[in-house]
């Protein structure tokens, strides 16, 4: 064992071994098979990734993403001054690559090749490795074989029997972070390694902080406020759509966060570019795809949010294990809707019977973890196996439901009726079933009331789920005693999200317009405006000033996020509103709304930035509505909102085609001497000599000239 401790040291730079790793080594170098459960940061890879540099031969690596192996193999070259030391084989390589990858690997140079499962069935790579010395075969992400997995991969299924072509008599070690008893016995059967030796680490992350929020229209800024509060922190946040992670990303970026996506429809150069400068502290948040974060080493992420509802339990599990991989912080935060579950529930009725159904349990798991109110450690525990007494230490903290209880109600009956239930019909019925077929007249009628009763149970060890007959509930020797002797039990209720309030977008908007303070800004504005020989409207429009009226921004980074006001009218008229504002403020004690405002970028930002780009390059607007297939109308909207948000456009080169230097002038004079900018007043002043869009698109070059 010194040999390998001094192998540790050389390649890995640890002085000792952690967890499981020693035994798991020592049992895969004496060529017995291994199947490993750690949770993830647990230090699997060493465990084969140590034995393939002490073994003669070439260790094979089984991993399921590309982004996987590049940076295990970075890691490994990384400690080692021969880079041909690990490879990978994969769809990324050029016919040139692969070449010199063979070479390196028939020159003994190669210690460790990381495969994917789809390159492993092709006929050259099973003729190409049934001639080379293997010395193991590592199953990264195992949890890919079974069917009941949360990522299931058919071509994982096929390893075993590619194998027993290309060397019958291999060791084999199988890793995973995510298995339920159910899917590590399906594992075990398909690679045909019944008398290899299971080594299952607990499951409990001791450092991560569980928590539930409510997904509503203020999640955004909910999100925003979360991560300024976190500031200088690494942290992931999972979407379910590339769309998603794009739109986040933007809007992230708009309200001062850096941030990255990645997902796959990214170029491949982008997506390895963007991992890299999240790796490197470049950008602290990456929003993502669950194809980010396998395999990946960043040990300082300090939290992983989902944004949407994950698939299942072990997807949720092993992504919200890439945050405090070194044992520091790490917050675990999901925004859960019935929205979200409604959509994935439609996306899996296009799936065929079996899988549409294994979908729609592993959703329903998630759901249930989600809405319940017992303790988010003991429930996941549960799941994969593992039992967990809450109050026993202090990482009870950790953990929304237990630091927020809710009020324990008595279920001794309805617990009673679940156990004889069971009991009589010889143990025949799974968790739906036995809820619908409940005679639940003259008690609790509600559905979600039962499902909670018989959760509970569960996790209380008055049931447990057969792993064979997945899903059959058993009766435990607690639950018979209970039967015989039944007393009180206290359950909290579950949470139902259904009932949750919704939260408008405009939450701090009060009902009633602060008047005084509005007196005083339109006072201010005129007097702005008279300074500079303007019109009112033109430094700031009303609604501009009502906005400010119950929002009270005090400085210009939060004048520009008015509506109406931009950079540019921040710039240029806002010093002396936002002193009137903070001093009015701090005279009356005003308990202001968040200071953190959200910034949006709008559904038509890209299209906005489009149209600006064409009018710099003085496209006329006719091509314009041609092109975009809009009415005249709806564009002289766009480039209004565009003006009066404080950007300058400049389409003189349009005016002057349609109004001659007289026109323009009596336009010029009727708007420098008006009360507002009210277009019907304006067509009622000139009684027919200008149509509405004429008067618009002066206004809107008035504007643009004067005001931006």
């Keep these: 064992m010194n040999n390998l401790k001094i192998k540790l040291k050389e390649n890995f730079g640890f002085s000792s071994f952690k967890n499981l790793q020693e035994p798991i080594i020592n049992n895969l170098i004496n060529g017995n098979h291994s199947f490993v459960i750690l949770p993830t940061g647990g230090g699997k890879s060493l465990c084969y990734q140590l034995p393939a540099l002490y073994l003669d031969g070439i260790a094979i690596v089984i991993s399921p993403l590309i982004a996987l192996m590049k ?80 990522d299931f991969r058919p071509e994982y299924r096929k390893i075993r029997e590619i194998f027993d072509q290309i060397k019958p008599e291999i060791t084999i070690i199988a890793l995973t972070a995510t298995a339920t008893p159910k899917v590590q016995d399906e594992i075990i059967k398909n690679l045909k390694i019944d008398n290899g030796k299971v080594y299952k680490s607990s499951f409990n992350r001791p450092n991560l902080y569980y928590e539930i929020r409510s997904k509503s229209k203020e999640t955004n800024l909910d999100l925003i406020k979360f991560i300024n509060s976190n500031k200088n922190k690494s942290g ?10 794009d739109e986040l990303s933007e809007l992230l970026n708009i309200n001062g966060i850096k941030s990255l996506p990645y997902h796959a429809g990214l170029d491949k150069k982008i997506r390895n570019e963007n991992q890299d400068k999240f790796l490197k502290d470049e950008y602290d948040v990456i929003v993502a795809t669950i194809a980010f974060g396998m395999g990946i080493d960043k040990p300082d992420v300090r939290f992983v949010i989902h944004y949407d509802i994950p698939k299942s339990i072990e997807g949720y599990y092993q992504e919200t294990g890439r945050a405090g991989r070194d044992g520091g912080e790490g917050i675990c935060i999901l925004y859960y809707s019935y929205d979200d579950v409604e959509k994935l529930e439609k996306l899996f009725s296009k799936k065929n019977t079996s899988d549409r159904e294994i979908s729609l349990m592993l959703l329903g798991e998630m759901m249930a973890y989600a809405e319940s109110s017992i303790s988010r450690r003991k ?146 504005r005129k ?19 009502e906005e400010m009226t119950y929002k009270y921004p005090i400085n210009l980074e939060e004048l520009k996020n008015i509506n109406g006001v931009g950079e540019g009218k921040a710039n240029k008229f806002g010093y002396d509103f936002i002193s009137l504002i903070k001093g009015y403020v701090n005279e009356n004690n005003i308990e202001r709304p968040d200071d953190i405002k959200l910034r949006t970028y709008g559904a038509k930002s890209a299209s906005k ?21 809009v009415e005249f109308s709806q564009l002289l909207f766009e480039l209004e909102s565009i003006v009066f948000s404080g950007t300058k456009l400049n389409i003189d080169y349009y005016i002057n085609d349609i109004l001659d230097e007289d026109q323009q002038l009596d336009l010029h004079e009727y708007f420098i001497g008006a009360n507002n900018e009210d277009v019907s007043v304006a067509l009622q002043e000139f009684d027919g000599e200008f149509d509405e869009d004429e008067i618009r698109l002066y206004r809107i070059k008035f504007i643009s000239d004067i005001a931006n």
């Design 379 to 524: 429930f996941l525990l549960n799941y994969f196996g593992e039992e967990y007494y809450p109050g026993k230490d202090s990482i009870d903290v950790l953990d929304d439901n237990l630091r927020f209880p809710k009020e324990k109600i008595e279920a001794k009956e309805y617990l009673s009726i679940l156990l004889n239930k069971v009991r009589n019909s010889k143990e025949k019925f799974k968790h739906k079933t036995l809820i619908k077929s409940i005679d639940r007249k003259g008690l609790k009628s509600d559905e979600r009331f039962w499902n909670t009763v018989l959760r509970s149970a569960i996790m209380d060890g008055f049931f447990k789920k057969e792993i064979k007959n997945y899903g059959s509930l058993i009766i435990t020797e607690k639950g018979k005693g209970y039967i015989k002797d039944p007393e009180t039990y206290l359950i909290p209720e579950d949470r139902d999200f259904d009932s949750s309030p919704k939260t408008d977008n405009n939450i701090n908007k009060r009902s009633v317009i602060d008047q005084e303070l509005m007196s005083s800004l339109i006072k201010l």
């Design 236 to 245: 992931i946040i999972y979407c379910l759509s590339r769309k998603r992670v």
């Design 609 to 629: 930035l489009s149209l600006i780009q064409n009018i710099d390059k003085k496209i006329p607007l006719d091509e314009i509505i041609n092109s975009k297939g």
């Design 527 to 545: 007097k702005v405006a008279q300074k500079s020989s303007l019109p009112p409207f033109v430094v700031f429009q009303e609604f501009s000033l």
């Design 71 to 150: 940076n295990q193999v970075d890691l490994i070259r990384g400690n080692n001054s021969d880079e041909s030391i690990a490879h990978v084989l994969n769809s990324s390589l050029t016919k040139n690559q692969i070449e010199e990858v063979k070479s390196d690997i028939t020159n003994g140079k190669t210690k460790i090749l990381f495969i994917a499962p789809e390159t492993l069935t092709k006929k050259e790579t099973i003729a190409f490795l049934s001639k080379s010395s293997i010395s193991f075969l590592a199953i990264d992400e195992a949890h890919c074989i079974s069917e009941w997995g949360h």
